[in-house]
């Protein structure tokens, strides 16, 4: 791109076509800064106007993919949300260092392209991107027969943010003390989908578990992975002095939390202070996941860990309503950095 | 990252041993820009040294994959160069727009990854941003068993590049008298992998048909897309007017020449003023491609079309001498914008 979304394959009829469906999506996402039609090998975008708000810029990136979650949307023909998920998921890995988004670059393979499909895809990519004001500057499309199994395909992309350097977030400033809170996820986001596929799959997706009240699991399963920018930019706005951020992805609150922690620090998080989303309960029930492994393959209802001074929790709440109360930090216990008690 | 080479999948081990092979490789492209240890859920680079160079910054993004000669490599146990591969097919796709690397994120995906095969590659890629001066700022490696055939994996990845605003190439100062040269390829590059391989599969990539001199078929092919990064920093050095730039990929001269040209010229590409590879000429005799279909699917020999005042011709050619002169930029012929003559 700008616009290349060209098949690395032989089809290039599909392309075209998933080219001309995708233009008008693309564009939606593009301000003033996108230098487009200046040449069509890469995607441009102007800094100027961004620099004047960041004193000592630093750019942030993250690649992520989807995972499996894929092979849910193929089985059930619904290419309209794993974009969705696609970008929220590097969002967030992108405001946990405290920066904001800038562009997104996407990846889509396959072992044969369709081009509605395709287009699907990139309409929920761009959809994602412009609720957080964020350019679809580019992206590939990739057509790998005898990489790729026939019906599947690979999503994946990257995301780059700017934020300036005294802004960064690095966890360093969290101290025993400070309250852990924890913005509610939406399901399983984007992890655990290879043991929901394996439970859900034999039920099928369609059958409504009454656990859900009338929802399909595949309904529950493609649920989208939330963005979190507006609530943190609503504490930003509110002056909350964020100390940490932790999106809790593979690995779930074991591994993710301790990401951010200092030395001497470890996070105590309090058994039923939030609710456990309805697909999450059901998945653990019928696959017997112990606690630890159930925290360690979904996020469990935690979709983002905010850290936060003790006194400050009051009005981070009345900024942002949905923020659960879930634990503290407490001086660090042995090698054990976070405990669900 | 800035480590986060994490699995999607299950496999914890083989991605925590893959992490530990490819740390040192990664880090080895780290300048003092990269903040490193500031968070892990994705790379961070200073802009700041960075922007004293650029006068009104400008951010060039290009993502790639190298197609299907991942599949040649997976079945020559040979991962050490398709990493290469992809970094200099981004840097040629910034270099067209003026842009010089800043860093690059790549994503791995396989049904189910080898540890020692992801260091490889990844070593790869480090060792072309190396040679690029480019920060290898992070990843995302993912196993997805359903997606992928079992002996398969992809490759992708996306650069970032900085170009001042009045130093970006569009191709918009291309004029009817203008020189066409032509910097060599080292082959395939990364298109034509899908007939190639139905060509040369059957024979057998070790052996070795005279025309290659001795060389395999399976070497022909690995041959490294080549980065031409010093050879343009080198006619800038010199003060050539670098007026449009192509980098010859999927859908070869016919499509990636027009995509720089402005309206009301096309160009002339004289035959038999460059090499073609020996690997390409046997690929179109064993194929039997007639010539238009031989520039569509190869390079034949076009890794880059450099674009340039024809007074300056020989001051570039000084500057690097395997810049071979070979076509002119002419008025527009109708709608034929590149023909060969």
Redesign the interface.
Same mark, same amino acid.
């Given at each position: 791109m700008t616009l @290349?979304y060209?098949? *690395?394959?032989?089809d290039?009829d599909a392309a075209n076509q998933a080219k001309q469906l995708m233009a008008s999506a693309v564009r939606s996402t593009h301000t003033a800064a996108v230098?487009a039609g200046?040449? #069509?090998?890469?995607?441009? =975008?102007?800094?100027?106007p961004t620099?004047a708000r960041y004193a000592?810029?630093?750019?942030? #990136?993250? !690649?992520?993919?989807v995972?499996?979650k !894929? =092979?849910i949307a193929s089985q059930l023909g619904r290419y309209d949300t794993v974009g969705q998920d696609l970008v929220n998921h590097c969002i967030n890995?992108?405001l946990?260092?405290g920066?904001r988004p =800038?562009?997104f670059? @996407?990846?889509i393979?396959a072992a044969k392209l369709q081009a509605e499909h395709v287009a699907a895809l990139v309409g929920g990519i761009a959809q994602a991107c412009r609720e957080a004001n964020c350019a679809l500057?580019?992206?590939?499309t990739?057509e790998?027969?005898?990489?790729?199994?026939p019906a #599947?395909?690979?999503l *994946?992309g !990257?995301m780059?943010?700017i934020?300036a &350097?005294d802004q =960064?977030?690095?966890?360093q400033a969290i101290r025993a003390g400070d309250a852990v809170a924890a913005l509610p996820s939406s399901g399983l986001h984007t992890?655990g989908y290879?043991l929901a596929?394996r439970i859900c799959g034999p039920l099928g997706y369609v059958s409504q578990p009454p656990v859900l009240g009338g929802q399909t699991l595949g309904d529950a399963l493609l649920a989208v992975h939330r963005s979190y920018l507006p609530q943190i930019e609503s504490l930003w706005s509110a002056g909350i002095s964020v100390n940490g951020l932790a999106?809790i992805t593979?690995?779930g609150l074991w591994e993710n939390v301790p &990401?951010?922690l200092p030395e001497g620090v470890g996070v105590e998080v309090w058994r039923g202070t939030w609710s456990v989303p309805p697909i999450l309960r059901f998945l653990v029930e019928q696959a017997g996941l112990d606690e630890h492994e159930a925290y360690r393959t979904f996020n469990m209802g935690l979709g983002m860990i905010v850290v936060l001074p003790a006194d400050q929790l009051a009005k981070a709440q009345a900024a942002v309503p949905e923020l659960r109360h879930v634990g503290q930090v407490l001086p660090a216990n042995g090698d054990v950095r976070v405990r669900l008690v």
């Open positions: @290349d060209k098949a *690395a394959g032989v290039i230098l200046m040449g #069509a090998f890469g995607g441009a =975008l102007s800094l100027g620099l000592d810029p630093v750019l942030v #990136a993250s !690649t992520d993919g995972g499996t !894929t =092979l890995d992108l946990v260092q920066a =800038l562009f670059m @996407d990846y393979a500057l580019g992206g590939e990739a790998m027969p005898d990489v790729y199994a #599947a395909f690979d *994946a !990257t780059v943010g934020v &350097r =960064l977030i690095t966890g992890n290879s596929r999106h593979g690995g &990401r951010v």
